[in-house]
């Protein structure tokens, strides 16, 4: 480790906190209906938009008809994307010819990038025309990280709300949010990306003579737009198949350091944001100093390992850190750095592979997506995810004072606390099982190019970013084949919709209850005793998951390493 490497991720923080209050305060504005500078402009949009649809945005709708229309707009889109990358070979906007796409990838990757996971099992410049990642893919780049906000707002206002029957207007939600968020900073970020050297054109390929006198084909494409909105929504999936280590994807060091700036950017102004919506900005600065320690205790130990390097090459008289799967223009310490952030987040997006991480290096993506994402987390995700873990938590507290728990001025009884695990309970179920089913069949046991334990992780890896909406993968799992598109589908679409459902579900609970002030026997939820309580149920439960593959995979890779093995 380096005092450079320090000087990166703490500045990284520092301006990543300082970033909180201003998008927070955005973000209220969102939350509320209120009027922004934007509506000059965008304003005879958006109620354009309400009139050809035929939508009245002050209409509040109950937490189930809220559910309704999210899935029902969700699967709609879906089904759009679907026909897209089946007829991709007969579009236009397809400059290389390519044919449409497979029925076991296309069913894949219409979940994946609906969920908001962005899992790949293709390569996205040999795959994919520049219509079906323009048209087919990031349209739900927009809409599922403006779902996820929306969904949000919605719990928000199940806490901020007394004796109310109605927690918002999806459509609203949804609308007002891409319009005044998420597209004015995707054309500020893709200005920039442009500006660094990222391509955006519509152009297909362009033919170069290399140093050696040979001819070769360098593809390009419509990349600077997709990029914004990957990291700006926590989408992850990329343009070219090396992702952000690619340098038409992230040219350099300052692309990189905006690009992590991105993926943390609205889920920290969501914190900040609740605070304000509950009336008490010192609970969001709670939350998001949990969600800090979890975020810096990751940090430091993947950096940790990253920089001891591999014990297999230093026995063999090559010392230093662990390169292998990096870019040499990031090096190890913003690798570690974007490896955490990516997965404390449901981005996904990599700058290196995390396939070649040290087996610990390596384990602290894969506990980061046990734990829920809710480190920051997704964009609406994280935050609602993080407020399941605080029900528990505070029904935990209760149980200790002996007392009828109570959070932001909502007794938390029976209905929210089993709402809540039922939607916890889906990550290790859904991970496990499936990991388990992998690891026994011939079909999943041909995916794995490592054997032995690097081999079971790589399948854990798959099953948990999915589940976990994140997309990233241990790159060794061979994943395009109609058992891991099949499988792993469920498993995205489950780990998206089994969660929103209880959750929101929780926003009808909560809004219909009174107002309890807090008394002498609260428990109070904005100190240090909170924070750690806080840190330590999400731990305690993220264990569910993580503990019971923990020896059969990046433990044993570990331990095989010290011994001078490969894996």
């Given at each position: 480790m380096?005092i450079?490497?320090?000087?990166?991720?703490?500045a990284?923080v520092?301006i990543l906190?300082?970033?909180?209050k201003?998008?927070g305060?955005?973000l209220?504005?969102l939350?509320e209906?209120?009027r922004?500078?934007?509506?000059v402009?965008?304003?005879?949009?958006?109620?354009?938009?309400?009139k050809l649809?035929g939508?009245?945005p002050?209409?509040?709708q109950?937490w189930r008809?809220?559910?309704?229309h999210?899935l029902?707009?969700?699967?709609?889109?879906?089904?759009f994307t679907?026909?897209?990358?089946?007829?991709?070979?007969m579009?236009?906007?397809n400059p290389?010819g390519?044919?449409?796409?497979g029925?076991h990838l296309a069913?894949?990757?219409?979940?994946s990038f609906g969920?908001?996971?962005n899992?790949q099992?293709?390569?996205?410049?040999s795959t994919?025309s520049?219509?079906?990642?323009?048209?087919?893919?990031?349209?739900?780049?927009?809409l599922?990280a403006?779902?996820?906000?929306?969904?949000?707002f919605?719990?928000f206002?199940?806490?901020a709300?007394?004796?109310?029957?109605t927690i918002g207007?999806f459509w609203?939600?949804?609308?007002?949010v891409?319009?005044?968020l998420?597209?004015?900073?995707c054309v500020?970020?893709?200005v920039?990306?442009i500006?660094?050297?990222v391509?955006?054109?519509?152009?297909?390929a362009v033919?170069v003579?290399?140093?050696?006198g040979a001819?070769?084909?360098?593809?390009?494409?419509p990349?600077a737009?997709q990029?914004a909105?990957?990291?700006?929504?926590?989408?992850?999936g990329g343009?070219?198949n090396?992702?952000s280590?690619?340098p038409?994807?992230n040219?350099?060091?300052?692309?990189?350091?905006i690009?992590?700036?991105?993926?943390?950017l609205?889920g920290v102004?969501?914190t900040?944001?609740?605070g304000k919506?509950?009336?008490?900005t010192?609970?969001?600065?709670?939350?998001?100093a949990?969600?800090?320690?979890?975020?810096?205790?990751?940090?430091?130990?993947?950096?940790?390992q990253e920089?001891?390097?591999?014990?297999?090459?230093?026995?063999?008289?090559v010392a230093?850190?662990?390169?292998e799967?990096k870019?040499?223009?990031?090096?190890?310490?913003?690798s570690a750095?974007?490896?955490?952030?990516t997965?404390?987040?449901?981005?996904?997006a990599?700058n290196?592979?995390h396939?070649?991480f040290?087996?610990?290096?390596g384990?602290?993506?894969?506990?980061n997506?046990?734990?829920?994402?809710?480190?920051?987390?997704?964009?609406?995700?994280?935050i609602?995810?993080f407020?399941?873990?605080?029900?528990?938590?505070v029904f935990?507290?209760?149980?200790?004072?002996?007392?009828?728990?109570?959070?932001?001025?909502?007794?938390?009884e029976a209905?929210?606390v089993?709402?809540?695990v039922?939607a916890?309970?889906?990550?290790?179920?859904?991970?496990?099982?499936?990991t388990?089913?992998s690891?026994v069949?011939?079909q999943?046991?041909?995916?794995?190019?490592?054997?032995?334990?690097?081999g079971?992780?790589?399948?854990l890896?798959?099953?948990?970013s999915?589940?976990a909406n994140n997309?990233s993968?241990?790159?060794?799992?061979t994943?395009?084949?109609p058992?891991?598109?099949?499988?792993l589908?469920v498993?995205?679409?489950?780990?998206?919709?089994?969660?929103?459902v209880?959750?929101l579900?929780?926003?009808g609970s909560?809004?219909?209850?009174?107002?309890t002030?807090a008394s002498?026997g609260?428990?109070p939820?904005?100190g240090g005793?909170w924070v750690?309580?806080?840190?330590?149920i999400i731990?305690i439960?993220?264990g569910?998951t993580?503990?019971p593959?923990?020896?059969l995979g990046?433990i044993?890779?570990?331990?095989?390493?010290?011994r001078g093995?490969s894996?």
């Amino acid at each position: 480790m380096t005092i450079q490497g320090w000087i990166l991720i703490l500045a990284f923080v520092g301006i990543l906190l300082a970033l909180a209050k201003p998008v927070g305060t955005w973000l209220f504005a969102l939350y509320e209906g209120r009027r922004t500078p934007l509506h000059v402009v965008l304003g005879p949009v958006e109620r354009g938009f309400y009139k050809l649809a035929g939508i009245d945005p002050t209409a509040e709708q109950s937490w189930r008809r809220y559910a309704v229309h999210m899935l029902i707009f969700n699967a709609v889109l879906m089904l759009f994307t679907y026909a897209v990358l089946r007829l991709q070979g007969m579009l236009p906007g397809n400059p290389q010819g390519l044919a449409g796409v497979g029925e076991h990838l296309a069913f894949n990757t219409t979940i994946s990038f609906g969920a908001n996971t962005n899992w790949q099992s293709y390569g996205g410049e040999s795959t994919m025309s520049n219509l079906s990642q323009m048209l087919g893919l990031t349209i739900h780049n927009f809409l599922s990280a403006a779902t996820g906000i929306a969904l949000a707002f919605a719990l928000f206002r199940g806490f901020a709300r007394r004796s109310a029957a109605t927690i918002g207007n999806f459509w609203a939600d949804c609308t007002r949010v891409t319009l005044y968020l998420l597209l004015p900073l995707c054309v500020v970020l893709s200005v920039f990306y442009i500006a660094s050297g990222v391509p955006q054109t519509m152009a297909g390929a362009v033919s170069v003579n290399t140093l050696e006198g040979a001819q070769q084909s360098i593809l390009l494409g419509p990349v600077a737009s997709q990029e914004a909105i990957k990291m700006l929504g926590t989408n992850g999936g990329g343009f070219f198949n090396a992702n952000s280590a690619h340098p038409f994807e992230n040219p350099n060091a300052l692309t990189n350091f905006i690009q992590m700036l991105s993926i943390f950017l609205i889920g920290v102004g969501l914190t900040w944001c609740f605070g304000k919506a509950v009336g008490n900005t010192r609970q969001g600065w709670a939350i998001l100093a949990a969600m800090m320690i979890l975020f810096l205790a990751g940090t430091t130990v993947a950096y940790w390992q990253e920089a001891a390097g591999n014990p297999v090459l230093h026995n063999l008289g090559v010392a230093g850190g662990n390169m292998e799967g990096k870019e040499v223009r990031f090096g190890i310490a913003a690798s570690a750095l974007f490896s955490v952030v990516t997965t404390a987040a449901s981005c996904g997006a990599v700058n290196a592979m995390h396939d070649s991480f040290t087996a610990l290096g390596g384990m602290i993506p894969l506990l980061n997506m046990q734990l829920g994402e809710v480190v920051i987390g997704g964009v609406g995700a994280g935050i609602y995810g993080f407020l399941l873990f605080a029900i528990l938590a505070v029904f935990v507290a209760g149980l200790m004072v002996g007392r009828t728990p109570e959070y932001v001025g909502k007794k938390i009884e029976a209905r929210e606390v089993k709402l809540a695990v039922l939607a916890i309970a889906i990550l290790p179920l859904i991970i496990l099982g499936f990991t388990a089913l992998s690891a026994v069949t011939e079909q999943g046991l041909a995916g794995p190019l490592n054997k032995g334990p690097h081999g079971f992780s790589e399948i854990l890896y798959a099953f948990t970013s999915g589940v976990a909406n994140n997309g990233s993968a241990f790159a060794g799992l061979t994943a395009n084949t109609p058992w891991y598109n099949g499988l792993l589908g469920v498993a995205m679409w489950l780990g998206r919709f089994f969660i929103i459902v209880p959750m929101l579900a929780i926003a009808g609970s909560l809004a219909a209850k009174k107002y309890t002030p807090a008394s002498a026997g609260s428990f109070p939820t904005t100190g240090g005793l909170w924070v750690g309580l806080l840190v330590g149920i999400i731990l305690i439960l993220g264990g569910l998951t993580f503990l019971p593959s923990l020896a059969l995979g990046p433990i044993a890779d570990h331990l095989a390493m010290i011994r001078g093995q490969s894996f």
